[in-house]
């Protein structure tokens, strides 16, 4: 079994910054990928970005030189800045864990940005 918190969504106006955090706990392998997705109202889930426990990133090119997306291992959390927000960056926010291809899902944080 896998948990995962995840915390720092809000309200933010365009061009400010907001960091999520999300913090695992449970039967966690060392070798895994942590990231996030975001689901804007009427539209399906979409890959952020994501990041392995060896450090290698994959990331939207919507996202590209705003997001920023790390992790400690150590705290089995991954975070993500988000700076230079725009209106379209809207949604929640979730943030999965995968380990062998097998994926955990937190909650979901929202996310508003408003122009």
């Not at 948990?3 to 706990?25: D, I, K």
């Not at 990231?35 to 990041?51: F, N, S, T």
């Not at 809207?90 to 291809?101: E, K, M, P, S």
């Amino acid at each position: 079994q896998v948990q995962l918190v995840e915390s720092g969504g809000g309200l933010v106006q365009a061009g400010g910054s907001l960091r999520l955090s999300c913090a695992a706990s449970g039967s966690i392998f060392s070798i895994n990928v942590m990231g996030w997705y975001r689901q804007a109202p009427g539209k399906q889930r979409e890959l952020v970005a994501h990041i392995t426990t060896a450090g290698t990133i994959n990331c939207a090119d919507s996202v590209k030189g705003r997001f920023t997306i790390s992790r400690d291992n150590a705290k089995n959390t991954v975070y993500l800045q988000m700076n230079s927000l725009k209106p379209e960056d809207t949604g929640v926010y979730y943030c999965h864990l995968d380990i062998f291809g097998r994926r955990s899902w937190g909650q979901g944080t929202q996310v508003t940005v408003t122009s």
